[in-house]
Protein backbone atom coordinates (compact mmCIF):
# COMPACT_ATOMS: atom_id res chain seq x y z
CA UNK A 1 0.00 0.00 0.00
CA UNK A 2 2.55 2.63 -1.15
CA UNK A 3 1.58 6.27 -0.20
CA UNK A 4 3.79 7.64 -3.00
CA UNK A 5 3.88 8.34 -6.74
CA UNK A 6 7.11 9.55 -7.60
CA UNK A 7 6.91 8.10 -11.70
CA UNK A 8 6.14 12.20 -12.61
CA UNK A 9 8.99 13.77 -10.73
CA UNK A 10 10.20 15.32 -13.69
CA UNK A 11 6.63 16.36 -15.03
CA UNK A 12 5.61 18.22 -11.75
CA UNK A 13 9.21 19.82 -11.41
CA UNK A 14 8.52 21.67 -14.37
CA UNK A 15 4.98 22.03 -13.40
CA UNK A 16 6.05 23.40 -9.68
CA UNK A 17 9.15 25.98 -11.54
CA UNK A 18 6.16 27.79 -13.15
CA UNK A 19 4.07 28.09 -10.42
CA UNK A 20 6.14 31.55 -9.45
CA UNK A 21 3.52 32.08 -5.99
CA UNK A 22 4.19 28.49 -4.86
CA UNK A 23 8.24 29.45 -5.65
CA UNK A 24 7.82 32.68 -3.49
CA UNK A 25 5.55 30.93 -0.10
CA UNK A 26 8.23 28.21 -0.27
CA UNK A 27 11.47 30.63 -0.69
CA UNK A 28 10.35 32.94 2.00
CA UNK A 29 9.67 29.79 4.95
CA UNK A 30 12.66 28.05 4.42
CA UNK A 31 14.28 31.12 4.55
CA UNK A 32 12.93 31.77 7.78
CA UNK A 33 13.84 28.27 9.01
CA UNK A 34 17.39 28.90 7.92
CA UNK A 35 17.91 31.96 9.51
CA UNK A 36 16.60 31.06 13.01
CA UNK A 37 18.71 27.84 12.99
CA UNK A 38 21.57 29.53 11.95
CA UNK A 39 21.00 32.63 14.93
CA UNK A 40 20.23 29.75 17.66
CA UNK A 41 23.31 27.87 17.01
CA UNK A 42 25.91 31.46 16.83
CA UNK A 43 24.03 32.40 19.66
CA UNK A 44 23.78 29.20 22.16
CA UNK A 45 25.60 26.21 20.95
CA UNK A 46 29.11 27.17 20.32
CA UNK A 47 29.80 23.73 20.76
CA UNK A 48 27.28 22.35 17.79
CA UNK A 49 29.77 20.78 15.67
CA UNK A 50 31.21 18.60 18.85
CA UNK A 51 27.16 17.70 19.33
CA UNK A 52 26.79 16.65 15.61
CA UNK A 53 29.96 14.20 15.97
CA UNK A 54 28.34 12.79 19.47
CA UNK A 55 25.45 12.37 17.46
CA UNK A 56 26.42 10.73 14.34
CA UNK A 57 28.28 8.07 16.47
CA UNK A 58 25.37 7.63 18.54
CA UNK A 59 23.45 6.71 15.45
CA UNK A 60 26.28 4.88 13.89
CA UNK A 61 26.19 2.45 17.05
CA UNK A 62 22.86 2.25 17.28
CA UNK A 63 22.03 1.35 13.25
CA UNK A 64 25.01 -1.19 13.78
CA UNK A 65 23.64 -3.01 16.69
CA UNK A 66 19.93 -2.49 16.10
CA UNK A 67 19.01 -6.02 17.13
CA UNK A 68 20.70 -5.70 20.43
CA UNK A 69 18.70 -2.77 21.37
CA UNK A 70 15.61 -4.07 19.93
CA UNK A 71 15.39 -6.75 22.30
CA UNK A 72 16.32 -4.24 24.86
CA UNK A 73 13.36 -2.55 24.13
CA UNK A 74 10.81 -4.98 23.86
CA UNK A 75 11.93 -6.15 27.01
CA UNK A 76 11.06 -2.61 28.65
CA UNK A 77 8.05 -2.54 27.18
CA UNK A 78 6.96 -5.80 28.75
CA UNK A 79 7.88 -5.05 31.93
CA UNK A 80 6.20 -1.33 31.50
CA UNK A 81 3.11 -2.63 30.30
CA UNK A 82 3.04 -1.59 26.97
CA UNK A 83 1.98 -4.04 23.83
CA UNK A 84 3.77 -4.27 20.96
CA UNK A 85 4.03 -5.39 17.13
CA UNK A 86 6.17 -5.21 14.27
CA UNK A 87 4.95 -4.47 10.66
CA UNK A 88 6.87 -5.24 7.84
CA UNK A 89 5.27 -3.52 5.41
CA UNK A 90 1.87 -0.83 4.98
CA UNK A 91 -0.37 -2.88 4.80
CA UNK A 92 0.43 -5.15 8.12
CA UNK A 93 0.37 -1.61 10.42
CA UNK A 94 -2.85 -1.00 8.92
CA UNK A 95 -4.89 -4.22 9.63
CA UNK A 96 -2.88 -4.37 12.90
CA UNK A 97 -4.48 -0.57 13.72
CA UNK A 98 -8.36 -1.79 12.48
CA UNK A 99 -7.86 -4.93 14.46
CA UNK A 100 -7.35 -2.86 17.50
CA UNK A 101 -9.74 -0.29 16.46
CA UNK A 102 -12.33 -2.67 15.99
CA UNK A 103 -11.36 -4.62 19.22
CA UNK A 104 -11.57 -1.63 21.56
CA UNK A 105 -14.96 -0.38 20.11
CA UNK A 106 -13.58 2.83 18.76
CA UNK A 107 -14.99 5.48 16.10
CA UNK A 108 -13.41 8.33 16.46
CA UNK A 109 -9.62 8.60 16.09
CA UNK A 110 -7.58 11.48 16.91
CA UNK A 111 -3.81 11.67 15.53
CA UNK A 112 -0.97 13.47 16.38
CA UNK A 113 1.71 14.79 13.43
CA UNK A 114 3.28 11.71 12.30
CA UNK A 115 4.92 10.82 9.05
CA UNK A 116 5.11 6.86 9.42
CA UNK A 117 1.31 6.97 9.50
CA UNK A 118 1.84 9.13 6.05
CA UNK A 119 3.65 6.86 4.71
CA UNK A 120 1.40 4.02 5.34
CA UNK A 121 -1.45 5.81 4.21
CA UNK A 122 -3.31 4.89 7.58
CA UNK A 123 -6.01 7.89 7.30
CA UNK A 124 -7.39 6.99 3.91
CA UNK A 125 -7.45 3.18 5.21
CA UNK A 126 -8.86 4.06 8.40
CA UNK A 127 -11.70 6.34 6.66
CA UNK A 128 -12.39 3.60 4.28
CA UNK A 129 -12.97 1.60 7.24
CA UNK A 130 -15.69 4.10 8.41
CA UNK A 131 -13.57 5.59 11.16
CA UNK A 132 -13.64 9.17 11.84
CA UNK A 133 -9.98 10.51 11.82
CA UNK A 134 -9.19 13.81 12.61
CA UNK A 135 -5.64 15.30 12.30
CA UNK A 136 -4.72 17.33 15.50
CA UNK A 137 -1.75 19.19 14.65
CA UNK A 138 -2.76 22.64 12.88
CA UNK A 139 -0.39 21.92 9.84
CA UNK A 140 -2.10 18.62 9.38
CA UNK A 141 -5.65 19.83 10.10
CA UNK A 142 -5.10 21.95 7.54
CA UNK A 143 -3.81 19.54 5.07
CA UNK A 144 -7.11 17.45 5.78
CA UNK A 145 -9.49 19.79 5.63
CA UNK A 146 -8.04 20.82 1.49
CA UNK A 147 -7.64 17.29 1.18
CA UNK A 148 -3.97 17.57 0.25
CA UNK A 149 -0.68 15.93 1.21
CA UNK A 150 2.40 17.18 3.93
CA UNK A 151 4.81 19.10 1.77
CA UNK A 152 7.52 19.10 4.46
CA UNK A 153 8.34 16.64 7.24
CA UNK A 154 7.56 19.19 10.09
CA UNK A 155 5.33 21.59 8.97
CA UNK A 156 2.94 20.24 6.32
CA UNK A 157 1.15 23.41 5.16
CA UNK A 158 4.25 25.49 4.53
CA UNK A 159 3.64 25.54 0.80
CA UNK A 160 -0.06 27.60 1.95
CA UNK A 161 -0.45 31.06 2.61
CA UNK A 162 -2.17 32.47 5.62
CA UNK A 163 -4.73 34.32 2.68
CA UNK A 164 -5.26 30.47 1.36
CA UNK A 165 -5.94 29.12 4.33
CA UNK A 166 -8.46 31.81 5.44
CA UNK A 167 -10.46 30.97 2.12
CA UNK A 168 -10.27 27.36 3.04
CA UNK A 169 -11.66 27.88 6.48
CA UNK A 170 -14.08 30.48 5.53
CA UNK A 171 -15.40 27.76 2.63
CA UNK A 172 -15.30 24.79 4.93
CA UNK A 173 -16.69 26.26 8.12
CA UNK A 174 -18.57 28.91 6.63
CA UNK A 175 -17.22 31.86 8.17
CA UNK A 176 -16.15 35.23 7.76
CA UNK A 177 -12.82 35.33 5.81
CA UNK A 178 -10.05 36.53 7.92
CA UNK A 179 -6.59 35.26 7.43
CA UNK A 180 -5.19 36.30 10.76
CA UNK A 181 -2.92 33.70 12.29
CA UNK A 182 -4.54 34.11 15.51
CA UNK A 183 -8.16 34.23 14.73
CA UNK A 184 -7.72 31.07 12.72
CA UNK A 185 -5.71 28.97 15.59
CA UNK A 186 -8.57 29.70 18.14
CA UNK A 187 -11.47 28.63 15.68
CA UNK A 188 -9.46 25.58 15.17
CA UNK A 189 -8.63 25.21 18.63
CA UNK A 190 -12.46 25.55 19.50
CA UNK A 191 -13.06 22.77 16.86
CA UNK A 192 -10.65 20.30 17.98
CA UNK A 193 -11.14 20.72 22.08
CA UNK A 194 -14.35 18.64 21.62
CA UNK A 195 -12.80 15.98 19.00
CA UNK A 196 -10.66 15.25 22.19
CA UNK A 197 -12.86 15.16 24.67
CA UNK A 198 -15.00 12.82 22.50
CA UNK A 199 -12.12 10.60 20.89
CA UNK A 200 -12.57 6.87 21.67
CA UNK A 201 -8.31 6.55 20.61
CA UNK A 202 -5.20 8.59 20.00
CA UNK A 203 -2.70 8.13 17.53
CA UNK A 204 0.64 9.35 17.52
CA UNK A 205 4.00 8.82 16.10
CA UNK A 206 7.56 8.86 18.25
CA UNK A 207 10.69 10.84 17.99
CA UNK A 208 12.72 8.63 19.90
CA UNK A 209 12.29 4.86 21.46
CA UNK A 210 14.56 4.87 24.58
CA UNK A 211 16.00 0.96 24.63
CA UNK A 212 17.11 1.10 28.48
CA UNK A 213 14.04 2.00 29.98
CA UNK A 214 11.34 1.74 27.37
CA UNK A 215 10.30 5.33 27.20
CA UNK A 216 8.42 6.72 24.16
CA UNK A 217 9.68 10.51 23.51
CA UNK A 218 6.79 12.78 21.41
CA UNK A 219 8.70 16.49 20.70
CA UNK A 220 5.77 18.86 19.71
CA UNK A 221 4.93 22.48 19.58
CA UNK A 222 1.18 22.85 19.82
CA UNK A 223 -0.06 20.48 22.99
CA UNK A 224 -2.19 18.04 20.83
CA UNK A 225 0.25 14.99 20.65
CA UNK A 226 0.05 15.11 24.50
CA UNK A 227 -4.42 15.52 24.55
CA UNK A 228 -4.22 12.88 21.56
CA UNK A 229 -2.30 10.25 24.22
CA UNK A 230 -3.62 11.23 27.68
CA UNK A 231 -7.67 11.72 27.16
CA UNK A 232 -8.41 8.75 25.07
CA UNK A 233 -8.21 5.11 26.77
CA UNK A 234 -6.04 3.58 23.90
CA UNK A 235 -2.85 5.21 22.43
CA UNK A 236 -1.70 3.63 19.41
CA UNK A 237 1.96 4.99 18.48
CA UNK A 238 3.25 4.14 14.75
CA UNK A 239 6.90 4.42 14.26
CA UNK A 240 9.89 2.97 12.11
CA UNK A 241 13.01 0.78 13.31
CA UNK A 242 15.10 3.64 13.35
CA UNK A 243 13.75 5.67 16.21
CA UNK A 244 15.52 3.38 18.67
CA UNK A 245 17.93 5.21 20.95
CA UNK A 246 19.69 3.29 23.52
CA UNK A 247 19.81 5.50 26.42
CA UNK A 248 17.60 8.17 28.24
CA UNK A 249 21.27 10.23 27.90
CA UNK A 250 21.60 9.71 24.31
CA UNK A 251 17.66 10.65 23.81
CA UNK A 252 18.11 14.06 25.47
CA UNK A 253 20.99 14.46 23.77
CA UNK A 254 19.55 13.85 20.55
CA UNK A 255 17.12 16.76 21.63
CA UNK A 256 19.52 19.22 21.69
CA UNK A 257 19.81 19.17 18.00
CA UNK A 258 16.53 18.57 16.44
CA UNK A 259 14.80 21.23 17.50
CA UNK A 260 17.32 23.67 16.25
CA UNK A 261 17.61 21.97 13.28
CA UNK A 262 14.03 21.90 12.55
CA UNK A 263 12.59 25.50 13.71
CA UNK A 264 15.75 27.04 15.28
CA UNK A 265 14.01 26.13 19.09
CA UNK A 266 16.13 25.54 21.50
CA UNK A 267 13.86 23.06 22.81
CA UNK A 268 9.82 22.35 21.85
CA UNK A 269 7.16 23.65 23.62
CA UNK A 270 5.97 20.18 24.52
CA UNK A 271 8.38 16.91 24.88
CA UNK A 272 6.53 13.79 26.60
CA UNK A 273 8.08 10.83 28.28
CA UNK A 274 5.71 8.20 28.39
CA UNK A 275 6.88 5.03 30.03
CA UNK A 276 3.76 3.34 31.27
CA UNK A 277 -0.14 3.48 30.46
CA UNK A 278 -1.76 5.62 33.00
CA UNK A 279 -3.89 4.74 35.64
CA UNK A 280 -7.25 6.42 36.05
CA UNK A 281 -7.72 6.96 39.73
CA UNK A 282 -10.05 5.04 41.60
CA UNK A 283 -10.82 2.96 38.37
CA UNK A 284 -9.21 -0.57 37.61
CA UNK A 285 -9.20 0.23 34.13
CA UNK A 286 -6.11 1.72 32.96
CA UNK A 287 -5.19 3.06 29.39
CA UNK A 288 -3.93 1.06 26.61
CA UNK A 289 -0.80 1.77 25.04
CA UNK A 290 -0.15 -0.13 21.59
CA UNK A 291 3.35 0.14 19.92
CA UNK A 292 3.60 -0.43 16.01
CA UNK A 293 6.45 -0.46 14.60
CA UNK A 294 7.29 -0.56 10.67
CA UNK A 295 10.15 -2.12 8.77
CA UNK A 296 8.67 -1.11 4.77
CA UNK A 297 12.19 -2.17 3.27
CA UNK A 298 14.72 -0.65 6.56
CA UNK A 299 15.84 -3.42 7.77
CA UNK A 300 17.56 -4.15 4.28
CA UNK A 301 19.37 -0.61 4.97
CA UNK A 302 20.37 -1.76 8.08
CA UNK A 303 22.34 -4.66 6.67
CA UNK A 304 24.03 -2.41 4.06
CA UNK A 305 27.74 -0.75 5.42
CA UNK A 306 27.14 1.73 2.14
CA UNK A 307 23.43 3.25 2.82
CA UNK A 308 22.86 2.35 6.59
CA UNK A 309 23.58 6.06 7.08
CA UNK A 310 20.21 7.02 5.67
CA UNK A 311 18.92 5.57 8.90
CA UNK A 312 20.49 8.07 11.23
CA UNK A 313 18.05 10.70 10.52
CA UNK A 314 15.95 11.88 13.07
CA UNK A 315 13.47 14.06 10.65
CA UNK A 316 14.54 17.82 11.42
CA UNK A 317 13.80 18.71 7.78
CA UNK A 318 17.06 21.14 7.87
CA UNK A 319 18.24 19.16 4.40
CA UNK A 320 14.79 20.27 2.33
CA UNK A 321 14.69 23.83 4.19
CA UNK A 322 18.78 24.25 2.73
CA UNK A 323 17.89 22.13 -0.11
CA UNK A 324 17.91 24.81 -3.31
CA UNK A 325 16.13 22.14 -5.50
CA UNK A 326 13.20 22.18 -2.61
CA UNK A 327 13.36 25.79 -2.08
CA UNK A 328 12.57 25.96 -5.84
CA UNK A 329 9.59 23.64 -5.99
CA UNK A 330 8.28 22.60 -2.72
CA UNK A 331 7.40 18.86 -1.81
CA UNK A 332 4.66 18.26 -3.33
CA UNK A 333 7.13 18.01 -6.79
CA UNK A 334 8.44 14.89 -5.38
CA UNK A 335 5.51 12.26 -4.85
CA UNK A 336 6.98 11.28 -2.47
CA UNK A 337 6.08 11.15 1.36
CA UNK A 338 9.42 12.26 2.13
CA UNK A 339 10.64 15.10 0.47
CA UNK A 340 13.25 16.48 -0.23
CA UNK A 341 17.03 15.12 0.15
CA UNK A 342 16.28 12.39 2.99
CA UNK A 343 13.10 11.85 0.91
CA UNK A 344 15.20 11.36 -2.67
CA UNK A 345 17.26 8.79 -0.53
CA UNK A 346 14.88 7.39 1.72
CA UNK A 347 11.83 6.50 -0.78
CA UNK A 348 14.14 4.22 -2.92
CA UNK A 349 14.77 1.91 -0.38
CA UNK A 350 10.64 2.14 1.26
CA UNK A 351 9.33 2.07 -2.47
CA UNK A 352 10.67 0.80 -5.46
CA UNK A 353 14.46 1.78 -7.25
CA UNK A 354 12.87 1.83 -10.64
CA UNK A 355 10.29 4.20 -9.50
CA UNK A 356 11.46 6.20 -7.28
CA UNK A 357 15.50 6.74 -9.20
CA UNK A 358 14.78 9.81 -10.91
CA UNK A 359 14.52 11.49 -7.30
CA UNK A 360 18.18 11.20 -6.99
CA UNK A 361 18.58 13.18 -10.02
CA UNK A 362 16.79 16.64 -8.51
CA UNK A 363 19.73 17.43 -6.55
CA UNK A 364 22.69 20.14 -7.73
CA UNK A 365 25.33 17.69 -5.33
CA UNK A 366 26.21 21.12 -3.51
CA UNK A 367 26.19 19.42 -0.28
CA UNK A 368 24.11 21.84 1.70
CA UNK A 369 22.51 19.20 3.03
CA UNK A 370 25.00 17.14 4.18
CA UNK A 371 26.31 20.41 5.95
CA UNK A 372 23.24 21.43 8.03
CA UNK A 373 22.30 17.36 8.88
CA UNK A 374 22.32 17.36 12.91
CA UNK A 375 23.34 13.38 12.84
CA UNK A 376 26.15 13.97 9.49
CA UNK A 377 24.30 11.95 7.33
CA UNK A 378 26.53 12.06 3.94
CA UNK A 379 23.62 12.91 1.67
CA UNK A 380 25.30 14.00 -1.35
CA UNK A 381 27.15 10.33 -1.53
CA UNK A 382 23.89 8.74 -0.93
CA UNK A 383 22.01 10.94 -3.45
CA UNK A 384 25.02 9.36 -5.99
CA UNK A 385 25.14 6.29 -4.51
CA UNK A 386 20.99 5.93 -5.79
CA UNK A 387 22.39 6.99 -9.17
CA UNK A 388 24.90 4.39 -9.34
CA UNK A 389 22.10 1.64 -8.24
CA UNK A 390 19.66 3.06 -11.01
CA UNK A 391 22.18 2.83 -13.30
CA UNK A 392 23.95 -0.63 -12.68
CA UNK A 393 20.22 -2.36 -12.47
CA UNK A 394 19.85 -0.18 -15.95
CA UNK A 395 17.19 1.98 -15.07
CA UNK A 396 18.50 5.38 -17.20
CA UNK A 397 17.54 5.84 -20.89
CA UNK A 398 18.65 3.70 -23.32
CA UNK A 399 20.62 6.51 -25.35
CA UNK A 400 22.32 7.56 -21.95
CA UNK A 401 23.71 4.22 -21.31
CA UNK A 402 24.93 4.09 -25.38
CA UNK A 403 26.71 7.25 -24.73
CA UNK A 404 28.11 6.61 -21.60
CA UNK A 405 29.24 2.88 -22.69
CA UNK A 406 30.41 4.74 -26.65
CA UNK A 407 32.54 7.12 -24.16
CA UNK A 408 33.69 4.32 -21.67
CA UNK A 409 35.20 2.07 -24.70
CA UNK A 410 36.68 5.63 -26.47
CA UNK A 411 38.18 6.46 -23.03
CA UNK A 412 39.74 2.68 -22.64
CA UNK A 413 40.62 2.28 -26.71
CA UNK A 414 43.17 5.46 -28.26
CA UNK A 415 42.18 4.48 -31.61
CA UNK A 416 38.51 4.73 -31.03
CA UNK A 417 38.88 7.85 -29.26
CA UNK A 418 40.84 9.92 -32.02
CA UNK A 419 38.05 8.18 -34.32
CA UNK A 420 35.40 9.39 -32.54
CA UNK A 421 37.18 12.64 -32.15
CA UNK A 422 37.49 12.97 -36.17
CA UNK A 423 34.01 12.07 -36.09
CA UNK A 424 32.78 15.07 -33.87
CA UNK A 425 35.40 17.57 -36.16
CA UNK A 426 33.50 16.31 -39.48
CA UNK A 427 30.13 17.35 -37.70
CA UNK A 428 31.35 20.52 -37.07
CA UNK A 429 29.56 22.62 -39.68
CA UNK A 430 26.22 21.13 -37.69
CA UNK A 431 27.17 23.20 -34.79
CA UNK A 432 26.14 26.95 -34.89
CA UNK A 433 28.09 29.56 -32.67
CA UNK A 434 26.12 28.92 -29.38
CA UNK A 435 26.68 24.93 -30.34
CA UNK A 436 24.82 21.94 -31.35
CA UNK A 437 20.99 22.30 -31.11
CA UNK A 438 19.37 19.26 -29.49
CA UNK A 439 15.54 19.05 -29.01
CA UNK A 440 14.83 19.54 -25.78
CA UNK A 441 18.17 19.18 -24.27
CA UNK A 442 19.09 22.72 -25.68
CA UNK A 443 16.22 24.21 -23.85
CA UNK A 444 18.88 24.63 -21.22
CA UNK A 445 22.07 23.79 -21.75
CA UNK A 446 23.85 23.51 -25.56
CA UNK A 447 26.34 21.22 -26.47
CA UNK A 448 29.62 23.17 -27.21
CA UNK A 449 31.63 22.67 -30.68
CA UNK A 450 34.28 20.78 -31.17
CA UNK A 451 37.85 22.75 -30.96
CA UNK A 452 38.80 22.99 -34.23
CA UNK A 453 41.94 21.04 -33.29
CA UNK A 454 42.09 17.90 -30.98
CA UNK A 455 44.20 18.61 -27.61
CA UNK A 456 46.06 15.69 -28.72
CA UNK A 457 46.93 16.68 -32.18
CA UNK A 458 47.91 20.42 -30.85
CA UNK A 459 50.11 18.57 -28.64
CA UNK A 460 51.97 16.19 -30.76
CA UNK A 461 52.39 19.40 -32.87
CA UNK A 462 54.04 21.15 -30.26
CA UNK A 463 56.32 18.22 -29.38
CA UNK A 464 57.46 17.92 -33.24
CA UNK A 465 58.06 21.68 -33.13
CA UNK A 466 59.85 21.71 -30.31
CA UNK A 467 62.20 18.62 -31.35
CA UNK A 468 62.72 20.25 -34.27
CA UNK A 469 63.97 23.62 -32.46
CA UNK A 470 66.15 21.52 -30.01
CA UNK A 471 67.57 19.98 -33.28
CA UNK A 472 68.62 23.07 -34.70
S1 LIG B 1 18.69 13.75 6.73
FE1 LIG B 1 19.58 14.96 8.39
S2 LIG B 1 18.93 17.06 7.90
FE2 LIG B 1 17.59 15.71 6.69
S3 LIG B 1 15.79 15.39 7.95
FE3 LIG B 1 17.21 13.72 8.42
S4 LIG B 1 18.38 14.41 10.20
FE4 LIG B 1 17.40 16.21 9.32
Known amino acids: MPNSNTKHFKALIREKLSDKKLRNIVKKATSHSISKRIETINNYIPEWEQLRDRAN ?6 MQNWEFYFEQLLKKFRENGIEFFYANNSSDACSIVKTLLFSFGVKKVVKSKSMVTEEIGLNEYLERNGFEVTETDLGE ?3 QLANEKPSHI ?39 RQKFLNADAGISGANFLVAETGTIIIVENEGNARLSITLPKLHIVITSIEKIVPTLSDALMLLKLLPVSSTGQKITSYVSFIKKPLQSIGSENSQKIVVIILDNGRSKLLKNDKSRSIL ?14 YQSVGGHAYGSVYPGPIGSILTPWINTLNESKDLAYGSTLCGACSQVCPVKIDIHNQLLGIRKLSIENKYSPLIERVIFKLWLLSMKNF ?3 TLLSKFLN ?9 GLKIPFWSKYKYFPAPAEISFHSWWQKEVKIKERINNV
Open 57 to 62: FIRSKT
Open 141 to 143: YII
Open 154 to 192: TAPALHKSRQEIGELFSEKFNIDYTDAPEKLTEFARLIL
Open 312 to 325: YCIKCGACMNNCPI
Open 415 to 417: KLF
Open 426 to 434: FLSPLFQES
